[in-house]
């Protein structure tokens, strides 16, 4: 997992730079981290992510709501991102568009080059995501001197 501590409350939040780095791939048009807009749609008291003492005298987190960052900071618990993916453009039914001209003409695609973006965008996601963690684990590593503990 990710270790605490990885992030910043502003600026360099780690939310924000994963948010940022998925947002940078072609077709993406949303990301949420936890509960994302669910959020919004729930109670205060339904979203809170609860914490006792563990067995180990660490802090232990009752639920993952936040996705495993609050105030731009890891928790140490597991980050949960998701993106959505919007369909292709080059579609075999006939489009409206406008020429150089800016006269209306109808366009047809003719062959699929990208039937499914969303096939391929996953593991793309998944090494944005890495990536955007990489960078924050070397950041705090070159702040502090600890790997990340």
Known sequence: GVPPGLGAPIYAKLDQDIASGLMSINAVKGVEIGNGFEAARITGEQNADEMRMGNDGKPVFLSNNAGGILGGISTGQPIVARFAVK???????????????????????????????????????????????????????????????
Request: with cysteine.
């Open 87 to 149: 369909p292709t453009s080059s579609i075999l039914t006939p489009r409206k568009s406008i020429d150089k001209d800016g006269k209306d003409v109808e366009v047809m695609t003719k062959g699929r080059h990208d039937p499914c973006v969303g096939i391929r965008a996953v593991p793309i996601g998944e090494a944005m995501v890495a990536c955007a963690i990489a960078d924050h684990y070397l950041r705090h590593r070159g702040q502090t001197g600890k790997g990340g503990e």
